[in-house]
């Protein structure tokens, strides 16, 4: 089973852009997919949404 762990560095305010990171782990091991600086709530939401959905566990 497949797990993804995100990251999330939340800025202070819409302004600022906040960090994602994503790591998938496996029963072996783990490798970094990816990350990503959105800005705002809708950003973030969304961005966490589309790379979450093939997982069926997801730790925040």
């Given at each position: 089973?497949?797990?993804l762990l995100?990251g999330v560095?939340?800025?202070?305010g819409e302004k600022?852009h906040?960090?994602?990171?994503?790591?998938e782990?496996d029963?072996?091991g783990?490798?970094?997919?990816?990350?990503?600086?959105p800005?705002g709530?809708?950003?973030?939401?969304k961005l966490?949404?589309?790379?979450?959905?093939n997982?069926?566990t997801?730790?925040?």
């Amino acid at each position: 089973m497949k797990v993804l762990l995100i990251g999330v560095d939340l800025a202070w305010g819409e302004k600022m852009h906040d960090g994602v990171c994503f790591v998938e782990l496996d029963g072996v091991g783990g490798r970094v997919l990816g990350f990503g600086y959105p800005q705002g709530d809708r950003d973030l939401m969304k961005l966490l949404g589309e790379t979450s959905r093939n997982y069926q566990t997801v730790f925040v």
